[in-house]
């Protein structure tokens, strides 16, 4: 019990060895995915540097008008106002916000000016301060959620989204994908990811038959739990399972009354929207994108259901789709929401696509991996030089080494794509770690042999307050890189305070432990 007090340290490096070893190694700590799934040994993710893939940086498309008097209208109201003074746009292109010290519209349309939503706040009657390029602070972070919720559905491991600002105050959204194709990407990102279900039925006026839509009779807000896309058992087609909200339910089941779905026997649906001839029966579209992807009839069970007032109690049904792509691009869709402001790719403010081939990012990881080996025998050498006595030296490599196999755990753990900026910050986390571990060493033995334990112990206090005070430095100083939306120099920040943390709790205190069992005899 005694040794296993005394040497806690080295035990929890162990420890610390295990967990790294396991977040490796272990396919339960692995992306399961199959869609994101790769042949890789451990359970690392490696980002787009070391990988290839593709990198989106764009600027939102959208205007922003401040200090909006909504003169006691809700924002639904004002959205819808603002909307229909704007061609060709709808109450979902129009964000009102209202806010402690300005109340904010924004119109997230493609080619709407400044000029245009000023003048459409003039016209539905709502006064307005300054109208500028770009959205809110709001708008931006709900939208870097929405793309890396979408890219999470998708499988796509690795996959990055965050904001980036310039120096001269442009915000910009960058998307980075390890090992995908850029049309893949460009697809996924590009578009709002808007879904509704809207009715598309037969009136009468004066004796002629024409037809109608009721729009977003469901919208993404109004489902609860959306399924997997699965094939259909007729070997046609495809479908995702969704389940709805009671209040909302109760007002589609209405609808489908109203507009006469709920035929008995169902109805058959026969929609064409480029204008041809349609059937005389109703439709349900499900539309993605403001485009009728497709147009399906209900089935006489669920009709019955609906004629009965029954199918509010447990609403529920499927969307049905023409293949098992489409099924999948909805339910990632479903799950991730719309997107508040679409990625403006135009090129024109910065709008940029790139593609980095998988072949250049293999290269990439050699010279990482050949970089980190002259490293480690620059350091391993210039110890050895300094010393000449393996226990002193042995033991401070292996031990510098580990701290950077904890933080590969680490980053396998928490699935964090590694990059050429995280590969520096191991370098440096090696550096500065080796360094920590000769102050310990000069400071033990600088004033002739130990000879006890509590000699040891006096001695490696001292050299211990130099080190916490330089690691306390290191993070004041990498801290703003770690939070700043800097790109590339957050994961080195990231990464070298992470390394400094180990090293002060771990490391150095468990090279502490095994030169003084090396060095003394009173153990």
């Given amino acids: 019990m005694s040794t296993l007090r005394d040497n806690w340290r080295v035990i929890f490096l162990v420890v610390a060895i295990l967990f790294s070893t396991f977040a490796l190694f272990s396919p339960t700590m692995g992306n399961q995915s199959p869609i994101g799934e790769d042949d890789s040994a451990t359970n690392l993710q490696f980002g787009l540097q070391l990988d290839g893939g593709t990198r989106i940086r764009a600027p939102l498309v959208g205007v922003t008008a401040e200090d909006v008097e909504f003169n006691g209208d809700s924002e639904r109201v004002v959205e819808r ?17 209202t806010g402690a ?34 959205v809110t602070a709001t708008t931006r972070a709900e939208t870097v959620r929405v793309l890396q919720s979408k890219i999470n559905e998708a499988g796509l491991s690795g996959g990055t989204v965050q904001q980036v600002t310039t120096a001269t105050g442009e915000h910009f959204v960058l998307v980075e994908v390890p090992n995908r194709d850029q049309s893949d990407v460009v697809d996924l990102v590009g578009e709002r990811g808007t879904v509704q279900i809207d009715i598309y039925y037969p009136t009468s006026q004066n004796g002629t038959r024409t037809y109608e839509t009721r729009e977003a009779v469901l919208t993404q807000a109004d489902f609860t739990s959306i399924g997997t896309a699965q094939e259909s058992q007729t070997g046609s087609g495809a479908f995702v399972p969704v389940s709805v909200r009671d209040e909302p339910a109760g007002e589609f089941q209405t609808a489908v009354q109203d507009t006469g779905l709920a035929q008995p026997g169902g109805t058959r649906c026969t929609y064409m929207e480029d204008g041809g001839e349609n059937t005389t029966e109703g439709c349900l579209l499900l539309v993605v994108n403001g485009e009728v992807v497709n147009a399906f009839g209900m089935s006489p069970g669920l009709a019955d259901t609906m004629r009965a007032g029954e199918w509010a109690g447990a609403p529920s049904f499927q969307l049905q789709t023409r293949n098992t792509s489409e099924a999948q691009e909805i339910a990632i869709n479903l799950r991730a929401g719309a997107l508040p402001a679409s990625l403006d790719l135009s090129g024109e403010d910065s709008g940029t696509s790139s593609y980095i081939s998988p072949s250049q990012g293999e290269s990439f990881k050699f010279d990482s991996l050949i970089t980190g080996i002259i490293a480690v025998l620059a350091v391993a050498g210039v110890v050895f030089v300094r010393y000449g006595k393996p226990q002193v030296a042995l033991p401070m490599i292996v031990t510098g080494l580990s701290e950077v196999y904890i933080l590969l755990g680490f980053a396998a753990a928490i699935g964090y794509p590694l990059d050429l900026s995280v590969i520096a910050g191991f370098i440096a986390v090696i550096g500065t770690g080796v360094d920590d571990l000769i102050i310990i060493a000069d400071e033990v033995m600088a004033e002739g042999s130990v000879t006890s334990r509590k000699v040891f112990q006096s001695r490696f206090r001292r050299a211990f307050w130099v080190i916490g005070a330089a690691a306390a430095t290191t993070i004041i100083a990498m801290s703003p890189l770690a939070v700043l939306s800097l790109g590339d120099l957050q994961g080195f920040a990231i990464f070298t305070i992470l390394g400094v943390i180990v090293g002060v709790l771990v490391t150095r205190p468990a090279y502490g432990d095994i030169l003084r069992l090396l060095l003394t005899e009173d153990r």
Avoid: F, K, P
């Fill in 101 to 134: 010290e300005s109340n904010t519209v924004e119109a997230t349309i493609e080619n709407v000016t400044a000029d245009d939503l000023s003048a459409a706040l003039d016209a539905a009657g709502y006064g307005h301060g300054e109208v500028r390029d770009g």
């Fill in 81 to 97: 106002e603002v909307a229909a003074q704007i061609a060709g746009a709808d109450a979902a292109d129009i964000i009102a916000r």
